[in-house]
T-cell receptor, first 113, second 113 residues
């Protein structure tokens, strides 16, 4: 099954605008995380939201989680050119040892100056 | 800030050859992981390692793959006989106790010719 599918696949906005990316998943989860990847680089953890949380903020980031719909959204406010990157959601399954991360296919965000 | 380091950044090898990818996780972390990302595709989990043994592995991690923590700092991924389809970025990650926030290295690009 496909876990952690993001939409849109690509998003292009002007600097200063907000960017919203969505993620859907299929299994029961312990938590959901968002990671960022600059081209050709490793993944950088942005924010984690637990399965019993509905919303979380960190700086310009706002994450929501709806476990009934098995979906999450990442909002980046007041975007900057430096936010240009790929953004991935990743889930930790609630079954088993729950430490492996299952990544989505990502949203490529381009912020135009 | 502590970081995960991976060497080499790029490895070119002939099909059928053995390769060893090296990683130095964050020093006080207890969980270690390998992921791979084929160009243009999702990041895929390969294996996790805890307390000197494999704790989880995916179906990708077949008999051609092995991991080792030969000393207190290094964590290696060995591919015994590389295939063309092993060409990918390989990411090492580590995490501590508690929340499963994983810290990724910059990756090793493996090119199998």
């Amino acid at each position: 099954s496909q876990q952690g599918e993001e939409d849109p696949q690509a998003l292009s906005i002007q600097e200063g605008e907000n960017a919203t990316m969505n993620c859907s998943y299929k299994t029961s989860i312990n938590n959901l995380q968002w990671y960022r990847q600059n081209s050709g680089r490793g993944l950088v953890h942005l924010i984690l939201i637990r399965s019993n949380e509905r919303e979380k903020h960190s700086g310009r980031l706002r994450v929501t989680l709806d476990t009934s719909k098995k979906s999450s959204s990442l909002l980046i406010t007041a975007s900057r050119a430096a936010d240009t990157a790929s953004y991935f959601c990743a889930t930790s399954d609630s079954s088993g040892s729950a430490r492996q991360l299952t990544f989505g296919s990502g949203t490529q965000l381009t912020v135009l100056p | 800030e502590p970081e995960v380091t991976q060497t080499p950044s790029h490895q070119v090898t002939q099909m059928g050859q053995e390769v060893i990818l090296r990683c130095v996780p964050i020093s006080n972390h207890l969980y270690f992981y390998w992921y791979r990302q084929i160009l243009g595709q999702k990041v895929e989990f390969l294996v996790s390692f805890y307390n000197n043994e494999i704790s989880e592995k995916s179906e990708i991690f077949d008999d051609q793959f092995s991991v080792e923590r030969p000393d207190g700092s290094n964590f290696t991924l060995k591919i015994r006989s590389t295939k063309l389809e092993d060409s990918a970025m390989y990411f090492c990650a580590s995490s501590g106790q508690g929340e499963n926030i994983q810290y990724f290295g910059a990756g090793t690009r493996l090119s199998v010719l």
